[in-house]
């Protein structure tokens, strides 16, 4: 497990040639599917801007490896849009305000999103529905099965 304020920062590093491609700036969620998109990096050429997750052999405490430039096209039509989680506000689906995003933890392994932690508690994953420019938007606990409550 690693949080996202964790791996800002980090230097990404080819593994054929040790070759630093730049340093993550920020990381996209896929909301859909509940886990981390893409890497996107500041200091990288132009063709180096995006890196796949597809393509990240390891993330660790000191840096990113990625399999090699192949992985990195900023022009991949399957990245979701970017849209910064850390410091959003977050919002059910009915509009009530949760606090903001603090950090997220995410499995550096496969990079599924684990949980959000925001300003007034933790949010798992699975209540993840969307992230845009305004909020990260979460589904509340479900009430149950009907009849549950007396």
């Given at each position: 497990?690693?949080?996202?304020?964790?791996?800002?920062?980090?230097?990404?590093?080819?593994?054929?040639?040790?070759?630093?491609?730049?340093?993550?700036?920020?990381?996209?969620?896929?909301?859909?599917?509940?886990?981390?998109?893409?890497?996107?990096?500041?200091?990288?050429?132009?063709?180096?801007?995006?890196?796949?997750?597809?393509?990240?052999?390891?993330?660790?405490?000191?840096?990113?490896?990625?399999?090699?430039?192949?992985?990195?096209?900023?022009?991949?039509?399957?990245?979701?849009?970017?849209?910064?989680?850390?410091?959003?506000?977050?919002?059910?689906?009915?509009?009530?305000?949760?606090?903001?995003?603090?950090?997220?933890?995410?499995?550096?392994?496969?990079?599924?999103?684990?949980?959000?932690?925001?300003?007034?508690?933790?949010?798992?994953?699975?209540?993840?529905?969307?992230?845009?420019?305004?909020?990260?938007?979460?589904?509340?606990?479900p009430a149950g099965p009907p009849g549950a409550r007396e």
């Open positions: 497990m690693m949080m996202f304020s964790q791996a800002l920062g980090l230097p990404v590093i080819t593994a054929v040639d040790a070759e630093q491609l730049g340093r993550v700036e920020s990381l996209t969620i896929d909301a859909r599917n509940g886990r981390v998109a893409c890497l996107r990096l500041s200091g990288a050429p132009k063709h180096a801007t995006t890196i796949a997750w597809n393509a990240i052999e390891a993330v660790g405490r000191d840096a990113v490896i990625v399999r090699s430039r192949t992985g990195t096209d900023p022009g991949q039509s399957d990245v979701p849009a970017h849209h910064e989680a850390l410091g959003h506000r977050v919002l059910t689906e009915h509009g009530t305000a949760l606090g903001t995003v603090k950090d997220i933890a995410f499995d550096n392994t496969t990079g599924h999103i684990l949980t959000l932690y925001t300003a007034l508690g933790d949010v798992p994953a699975d209540h993840l529905l969307g992230l845009g420019s305004y909020a990260v938007v979460v589904r509340v606990e």
